[in-house]
């Protein structure tokens, strides 16, 4: 894709994202927002499903762009051949969203189907008014601003969000964890796309995400590399997903080292194979 069609396409990837905006931040000041258990345990509201649908329609709607395959989180695979990929997560932290935390957000990428490399992503904050985009070539932005990551060199100096106990259990990390304990005094748990836009704009140094899939991770992978950092990612122990570590290039390298993460990697980004 050309650096002009990357730059159309970026553009209805923001519209797509914010169009759901005003309704999710309505329901989420409501205070009411009710949700039901999936089958791997994670939550859905209405306001998932309302959003997909939205963000499907603007993209749909596009002459150009709108007759590429789409997978959602929620509502799944279009399954439409065609050499690009439309990827959706309509509330990415729906638990912070349904607990009245303000750091959810919305998710729209776009990958190469046969590489499944992330082409565009933009990661919209409603309740922040801010959206985070990147297109390979184009640098990494929000709003006018250059992103870039922390030039922290140093895993003693670093600030990592690393995950909740049971993800680190799930991604079988433990012995990992406890040497990063060690290693980097200042470890922090932020959580889902918002915690992705503190790496992209250097705020942490970096973080570990066990546990993701396409559609949680391929916005960041251009975001971050754009922003100059590094990813890596790894087949999950948990059958079908992904776990990733971002952020500044020699603070993921130091984490990866410490926590053996390499040892059952499959590349970087770049390089992520399918899930289906």
Known sequence: ??????????????????????????????????????????????????????????????????????EGEEVGRDGRPSPYRWLIDPIDGTTSFLRGIPNFGTIVALEEAETRRAVLGAIHLPMQGETYVAGRGLGAWCGSRRLRVSRCASLADALVSVPDARSVQLAQLEGGYRRLRRLCPQLRGYADCWAHTLAVRGAIDALIEPWTHAWDIRATQVLIEEAGGLGLVRNSPVKGAFDAIFGARKIVEQI?????????????????????
Do not use: C, W, Y
Request: net charge positive; proline share 3%; no cysteine.
């Open 1 to 70: 894709m050309r650096k002009a069609e990357i730059e159309s396409a970026l553009a209805l990837a923001v519209k797509a994202a914010r169009s759901p905006s005003a309704e999710l931040v309505a329901a989420f000041r409501s205070g009411t927002v009710t949700a039901k258990r999936k089958p791997d345990r994670s939550f859905v509201t209405k306001h998932d499903l309302a959003a997909e649908v939205a963000i499907r329609g603007i993209l749909r709607s596009s002459n150009r762009f709108g007759a590429f395959d789409v």
């Open 256 to 276: 990866a080292e410490t926590v053996d993460f390499l040892t059952r990697a499959i590349g970087q980004f770049s390089r992520l194979p399918t899930q289906r």
